[in-house]
């Protein structure tokens, strides 16, 4: 089986712009939270979606959004890119979205460098 | 809030020798805790898990953990350590209420380096 896909695998940018990053979960998990993990640091909960309503929101400012489909695949848009915004943004998708004992399986991530 | 410390920013091991890679965590009520690894340029892999019961888990790849509720600890162990487990490993910790909601809290993370 397939694991998680993130598309693109890298990305450049200059501040300012916009960027949008894509998921697809475990075939038959339909829960997908997303995370930013800065270089040094442990990843830093962005989102979580289940049935494609927002579960749960980390300290990310309104730059940050996402959506889930009806497919289950998600998308994480952020806007007006700061350098800051340069990490690994990291998707991972759960079976159970109302069981909070279920592990994520994490996607290979999307390196976003922000020039 | 919940938060996960690993106190030790590498762990050198040489192979065949006995590892171990520290967490302790702060949390509100019953933890969910876990412990993921991760190789360069990957994302990261699921280990093992703590949810309740017994104390000691076992996961993939001849890992176990120890969970410790008075010491507030989930240490990471494996008998016989590999040169293949050299990788970044990060401890994990999450709110044992079954909300659904499951913002996983990482620590800073632990590399580890097994010699030859």
């Known amino acids: 089986d397939a694991g998680v896909t993130q598309s693109p695998t890298h990305l450049i940018k200059t501040r300012g712009q916009h960027v949008t990053l894509r998921c697809s979960p475990i075939?038959?998990?339909?829960?997908v939270s997303w995370y930013q993990q800065v270089l040094g640091q442990g990843p830093q909960f962005i989102f979580q979606y289940y049935e494609k309503e927002e579960r749960g929101r980390g300290n990310f400012p309104d730059r940050f959004s996402a959506r889930q489909f009806p497919n289950y695949s998600s998308e994480l848009n952020v806007n007006a890119l700061l350098l800051g915004d340069s990490a690994l943004y990291l998707c991972?998708?759960?079976?159970?979205?109302?069981?909070?004992?279920?592990?994520?399986?994490f996607g290979p991530g999307t390196r976003l460098t922000v020039t | 809030a919940q938060s996960v410390a690993q106190p030790e920013d590498q762990v050198n091991v040489a192979e065949g020798n006995p590892l171990t890679v520290k967490c302790t965590y702060s949390v509100s009520g019953n933890p969910y805790l876990f412990w993921y690894v991760q190789y360069p340029n990957r994302g990261l892999q699921f280990l093992l898990k703590?949810?309740?019961?017994?104390?000691l888990v076992k996961g993939s790849y001849g890992f176990e953990a120890e969970f410790n509720k008075s010491q507030t600890s989930f240490h990471l162990k494996k008998p016989s350590a590999l040169v293949s487990d050299s990788a970044l490993y990060f401890c994990?910790?999450?709110?044992?209420?079954?909300?659904?909601?499951?913002?996983?809290?990482f620590g800073t993370g632990t590399r580890l380096l097994v010699s030859p």
């Open positions: 994990a910790v999450r709110r044992g209420l079954n909300t659904g909601f499951q913002k996983l809290v």
């Open positions: 075939s038959g998990h339909k829960s």
């Open positions: 991972a998708s759960s079976f159970h979205g109302t069981d909070s004992s279920y592990e994520q399986y």
């Open positions: 703590y949810i309740t019961g017994d104390n």
